[in-house]
């Protein structure tokens, strides 16, 4: 099989830029998500459960069209945006970030609720009593048994990210070297006779990337289990 062109070589940079600023920008809201609802009981919490997962069972480009009438340049919002802090989501790579991290949102705040979900409440409690403050038993005790959790959200939502394609090419476009990423590449290439080859090159990236999160995604979650199980009083 032919080496990837240079083309092809921009088109999984981008993919990689894109997937990375994505998992980076949502990871916050998805802990303090998964924090939520792991953690608190209060009115509304299925609600607020169903809207964070509604993304997986949404058609892709109905998730699109709903970001281009939220943030399209000629919404209240996106003109807001666009005017206070020159920041453009429609026709942009950060676009396609965007439609990236809220694809990713479920699966990030899934696997990270599961490992907050798992992690001793008595050591907190243990800490806590013995002085530590609340951020204090946060950082020591909380985090450091739910950290190959949030790794492997990380991974689960950079390999949803590399993969997205029907809100990306809805709200964000389809345009070489702005928005094209993998899955839009390969969704261009199979409409020009004879680039079988290049649909066959990108896709076993495409393939790749997904395998390795995922081996990696379960590695983390089996060695999260492990230590916690080392952990237990």
Known sequence: ????????????????KVSAVAILGVLPP???????????EFPGKIVLDSLVHLPLVLPPVVTGWLLLIALGTNEPVGRFLQSAFGITFVF???????????????????????????????????????????????????????????????????ARSVGEFGATITFASNIPGETQTL???????????????????LAGISVALSLAALVISEWLARRSGQQRGRHVL
């Open 30 to 40: 998805a802990f303090a998500l998964a924090w939520l609802l792991a953690r608190r």
């Open 183 to 201: 899955p839009l590449a390969i969704y261009s290439a199979l409409q020009v006779p004879g680039a079988e080859w290049q649909v066959a090159r």
């Open 92 to 158: 942009r790579w950060t676009g396609a970030a965007l439609a990236a991290a809220v694809m990713a949102l479920p699966l990030m705040v899934r696997a990270m609720r599961l490992s907050l979900e798992g992690v001793d409440r008595r050591l907190e409690s243990a800490a806590r009593t013995l002085g530590a403050g609340r951020w204090r038993t946060f950082a020591a005790v909380t985090l450091p048994l739910s950290a190959n959790g949030v790794l492997a959200a990380l991974v689960l939502g950079f």
């Open 1 to 16: 099989m032919p080496a990837l062109s240079p083309d092809e070589w921009g088109i999984l940079l981008l993919s990689m």
